[in-house]
């Protein structure tokens, strides 16, 4: 599951840094690819750091597998995707740039789908196809 940080509470323990590693299933909506869906969870590796104003710079790395036919020969195929991603959050709204969030409790949720949607390919090619 994707877990939630309480910046009140890592302030109370003096941890202003740290970091999560989990896994979670990836929304399906999020894919475009024809015949192509997720295999299994997503892996996530992410490090915190909450600076004197509360802000919170997040940054990590996704990882997950795609599996269905090759976008070109329909062959089956799986793709390994991974990809890094950085976030910061600040206190109240967001503003475009940022994410916001509310009585101290970040939501990462929103960040992974942003990380996942832009660590995605436009199509899945087999070993074959993706030799040309
Ligand atoms: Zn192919």
Known sequence: ????????????RGMLAGAFDFEYPPESDL???????FKGPAKVHLEYAIAEDDT?????EI???L???CSRCLEPTENAVSDRFSG?????????????YR???IDFGELLRDAALFALPSRVLCE????E
Do not use: K, W
């Open 88 to 100: 910061v959050f600040v206190r109240g709204e967001g503003d475009g740039e940022t994410y916001g």
């Open 63 to 65: 990882s997950f597998v």
């Open 31 to 37: 894919l475009d690819i024809p015949f192509v869906s």
């Open 1 to 12: 599951m994707i877990p939630t940080l309480n910046v009140a509470q890592c302030r109370a």
């Open 56 to 60: 919170v710079e997040v940054e990590g």
């Open 128 to 131: 074959h196809c993706g030799e």
């Open 103 to 105: 009585n101290f409790v």
């Open 67 to 69: 599996e269905g036919a």
